[in-house]
């Protein structure tokens, strides 16, 4: 009698079903996977954001200057103001100083001098106002506030009324004139035009080269350092 061979079967896989609930430590490595992921995310844009940032600072420019505008004003120091000789009491000519300036100030005293230093114009002319009252002996300089440039004028006819050039140059390239004088001269007249020190040759020799409709031409006026003094 013939015996029946039964063949074994192999043992079945175990496969997962990714749709099953996942056991705890799965979900805990997926969730550090998920961070890190956004974590790398979050360093690839902050990097192209700061390259994007570098860029841009490369190639924005800086304001140019128009060189067709004068000069801004700059706030200047004041001139220090020396009085003659050197007081015996410091602390009484420290309290009339504090009742006459509003302001900061300080004194440096040398062998035969005081020298007054303040902060503020409106300090600084107090200063000399009491000081002329007083009569009292000092010298001082020309605040840089208060010196101006001049320059000489060629070209206009002998008919021009200093008020007409005043204001064709107030109106046409907004300067103000300090001060404007006819100078004598055989041929055709001179002016002397005097304005603050933001004006310059360079910016007249570029802007204004037509006034009261007539072709002019500038050339600078040097003057010396101003010393004020006074004596008793």
């Known amino acids: 009698m013939k015996q029946k061979v039964i063949a074994s079967l192999p043992k079945p896989v175990e496969t997962k079903n990714r749709f ?14 998920e961070e890190r992921l956004k974590a790398r995310k979050e360093r690839r844009e902050k990097a192209e954001n700061h390259k994007k940032s570098l860029a841009e600072k ?19 120091a004041m001139p220090p103001i020396v009085l003659e000789g050197v007081p015996e009491d410091h602390k009484g000519l420290t309290g009339v100083l504090r009742e006459i ?4 100030f300080n004194v440096k005293y040398t062998n035969n001098s005081t020298i007054v230093f303040t902060e503020d114009k409106s300090d600084y002319d107090r200063i000399l106002e009491n000081i002329k009252t007083e009569e009292m002996a000092f010298h001082t300089y020309t605040s840089k506030s ?6 000489v004028l060629r070209g206009l006819g002998d008919g021009t009324k200093i ?6 140059l107030m109106i ?12 004598t001269t055989r041929n055709r007249p001179l002016y002397l035009v005097v304005t603050d020190p933001s004006i310059t040759m360079e910016y007249l020799n570029r802007n204004v080269k037509v006034v009261l409709y007539t072709r002019i031409t500038w050339e600078l006026r040097r003057s010396t350092k101003l010393i004020i003094q006074c004596h008793n």
């Open 20 to 33: 099953q609930v996942l056991t705890e430590s799965e979900e805990e490595d997926e969730q550090i996977m």
């Open 146 to 151: 208060d010196k101006s440039h001049a320059f």
């Open 101 to 104: 300036i509003k302001g900061n």
């Open 172 to 183: 046409n390239y907004e300067i103000k004139t300090r001060a404007i004088y006819r100078m």
């Open 58 to 76: 490369s190639t924005v420019k800086p304001p140019s200057k128009d060189k067709n505008e004068p000069p801004q004003k700059k706030k200047s």
């Open 163 to 168: 008020e007409d050039l005043e204001e064709d």
